[in-house]
T-cell receptor
Framework: GQSLEQPSEVTAVEGAIVQINCTYQ??????LSWYQQHDGGAPTFLSY????GLEETGRFSSFLSRSDSYGYLLLQELQMKDSASYFC?????????????FGDGTTLTVKP | GAGVSQSPSNKVTEKGKDVELRCDPI?????LYWYRQSLGQGLEFLIY????????KSGLPSDRFSAERTGGSVSTLTIQRTQQEDSAVYLC?????????????FGAGTRLSVL
């Protein structure tokens, strides 16, 4: 099976940079995704890493190290609207590649 | 429609009653997922449909839970003899199912409250 670990809460100030880590255990890694969910809203896709390295999309970047079973989401120039929960998710080749397992989420609070 | 649509948005029911939750996926998406999210928690996988294949029901917590997908489109999640611990937000997602990213597009969810 799969398991993921991410911090439950992170707090940062507006304009700062924050990193949300995710470590995972799978029997056959396929890819790591990140989703954002505002309070009371639906999760929305942010980024996906299948290969080692950094993927950049505007203020958000995601990093993956397959050898360390580790990834992170980097949020730059934080804005108040970035306050939300962030979930990492993995797909596993050896179970059902169409299915993702989600972490418990990291609640990010951005303060003025 | 433009996105995944779920109904009802809120459902209050009495313990022991049956409930049906509906999901309309994005047109053309072959994969459909149901998740359960308790307050402040992560997404708990329930069931996954992919095209005409047999669904992956490995996440259903008990035999009180069932789901079907008719015509490869609309899906209904049924919870029989509801219990208070079933109270949660039930999220539906769909995806094209064919890309490596497998981006899942989520509906706004149905908030179920069992009294």
């Amino acid at each position: 099976g799969q398991s993921l670990e991410q911090p439950s809460e992170v707090t940062a100030v507006e304009g700062a940079i924050v990193q949300i880590n995710c470590t995972y255990q799978t029997s056959g890694f396929y890819g790591l995704s990140w989703y954002q969910q505002h309070d009371g809203g639906a999760p929305t896709f942010l980024s996906y890493n299948a290969l080692d390295g950094l993927e950049e999309t505007g203020r958000f970047s995601s990093f993956l190290s397959r050898s360390d079973s580790y990834g992170y989401l980097l949020l730059q120039e934080l804005q108040m609207k970035d306050s939300a929960s962030y979930f990492c998710a993995v797909r596993d080749r050896e179970t059902n590649a169409g299915k993702s397992t989600f972490g418990d989420g990291t609640t990010l609070t951005v303060k003025p | 429609g433009a996105g995944v649509s779920q109904s009802p948005s809120n459902k209050v029911t009495e313990k022991g009653k049956d409930v049906e939750l509906r999901c309309d996926p994005i047109s053309g998406h072959t994969a459909l997922y149901w998740y359960r999210q308790s307050l402040g928690q992560g997404l708990e996988f329930l069931i996954y449909f992919q095209g005409n294949s047999a669904p992956d029901k490995s996440g259903l917590p008990s035999d009180r839970f069932s789901a079907e997908r008719t015509g490869g489109s609309v899906s209904t999640l049924t919870i029989q003899r509801t219990q208070q611990e079933d109270s949660a937000v039930y999220l539906c997602a769909s995806s094209t199912g064919g890309s490596a990213k497998n981006i899942q597009y989520f509906g706004a969810g149905t908030r179920l409250s069992v009294l």
